[in-house]
């Protein structure tokens, strides 16, 4: 079937959901875990103290999911939530190319690539 | 205060947060970073990672139900968006070097002023259907569902809207804040595009702008998982019912709840100016 627009849309939409889905049901399973184990703790955020590297990295915080730490896998969700936008933007340039649109395969590559300039460029 | 409280607390503010986001194409932030500041007490550096969470969140939750009905348009959205990825890049760069109080004061006037635009200087001349000759051959044109039918409409002012957008990206990335603002407006005013398909469209946009922030700030440890868990499951739920409604709201309903809430950033922008605190 020859890709076209509104083909492109359903394909951003449902990859869009699916992510965001996964996303929701792991910070949900994180957060549960968490409140669980905390729910009667006091909590105060009135200082920054920034997060821990176990918190802060892909790496570390893909660990932490692994072993089933509450906030790690929350931290996991939340950067799968931080990733679909990226994702869509880059659909948009393998469906643009799909339709033979080239001039918007070209604008979708340009803002891909000032994103990941500016996350390069700043970590 | 607990953490269950906390989180319940949270939760239902987000869940406002995602409501208002979803449907004016402003992301939750207006709402969030306040809330959690001013009632709550929490840092600002863990209010801004919150609410860039709230950002994406508003943004793909709402967009996956947006893009697939029809209502925003991803060629107009990605040819703006180099204009503000760019801006914002430039923005963060500047941030460093001017002071920004003045700034926040200035875009909060001009806020006010689109606040009152946006309700009593709604065009009623309707969208025009035929793009300008530039919005033909960028192909910007499209139609969008009105009443059970598809509206056509056509593009005008890409040049201006494009400049627009530059400076909306600018001051996101000098602000942090209040880049869907302009770009609504943005869409809306110049180049006379539907507003329901500006607000959607906004909304598509603004979470790729803030994905790229907000790798940035997790590095920095801005994102707290206790915070940013109750703020991006209420955003979600608050997000999917604004798609529910925005679909059969009127637009000029839409307009009135947009400009208030562009009227509390205004307010927001401009005290915290006047205050030092941006």
């Given amino acids: 079937m020859a890709m076209d627009d509104r083909r492109l849309e359903t394909i951003i939409g449902n990859l869009l959901r699916a992510g965001v889905l ?25 200082q ?24 790690g896998l929350i931290q996991f969700g939340l950067l799968l939530l931080i990733a679909t936008p990226i994702a869509r933007v880059v659909m948009a340039v393998v469906g643009f190319y799909l339709e033979h649109d080239y001039m918007y395969t070209v604008v979708s590559l340009i803002v891909l690539g000032i994103l990941v300039f500016s996350l390069l460029h700043a970590t | ?47 801004i990672g919150a609410s860039l969470v709230s950002v994406i969140a508003t943004s793909s939750g709402a967009a996956a139900a947006y893009v697939k009905e029809g209502y925003s348009n991803i060629r107009i959205g990605m040819l703006l968006e180099i204009a503000t990825t760019i801006g914002a890049i430039v923005g963060a760069y500047l941030a460093a070097k001017v002071g920004t109080h003045a700034i926040a004061v200035l875009f909060g006037l001009v806020l006010l002023q689109a606040a009152y635009e946006t309700v009593f ?89 803030a994905a790229a ?14 915070i940013a868990m109750p703020v991006m499951l209420g955003v979600l739920a608050g ?17 009135l709840v947009f400009a208030l809430v562009i009227f509390l950033l205004a307010i927001q922008m401009i005290v915290n100016g006047l205050r030092g605190r941006i």
């Fill in chain 1, 22 to 46: 996964t996303a929701a049901a792991l910070v949900l399973l994180g957060g549960v875990m968490y409140l669980a184990q905390h729910h009667s703790e006091r909590v105060k955020f009135n």
């Fill in chain 1, 48 to 71: 920054f103290h920034g997060e821990g590297a176990e918190l802060r990295y892909v790496a570390e915080i893909a660990d932490g999911a692994a072993h089933f730490r509450s906030e």
């Fill in chain 2, 1 to 47: 205060m607990t953490a269950l409280v906390f989180t319940l607390v949270v939760w239902a503010t987000s869940m406002a947060a995602g409501f208002l986001g979803a449907l004016t194409g402003l992301g939750g932030g207006v709402v969030i970073v306040p809330a959690l500041t001013l009632m709550l007490g929490v840092d600002i550096k863990y209010a």
């Fill in chain 2, 121 to 209: 200087r709604a065009r009623h001349d309707g969208t025009p259907i035929e793009s300008d000759a530039l919005g033909k051959r960028l192909r910007l044109g499209g139609d969008y569902p009105v009443d059970g039918s598809r509206q056509v409409y056509g593009v005008h002012n890409v040049p201006l809207g494009f400049s627009l957008m530059f400076g909306a990206g600018t001051l996101s990335g000098l602000l942090g804040i209040g880049s869907g603002a302009v770009k609504v407006i943005a869409m809306d005013r110049a180049m006379k595009i539907p507003f329901k398909v500006s607000t959607t469209t906004s909304n598509f946009m603004i979470g790729v702008t």
């Fill in chain 2, 213 to 226: 922030s907000a790798g940035v700030y997790l590095g920095r440890g801005y994102i707290d998982p206790r």
């Fill in chain 2, 239 to 255: 997000a999917f019912l604004g798609t529910k409604v925005l679909v059969r709201v009127r637009v000029r309903t839409l307009r």
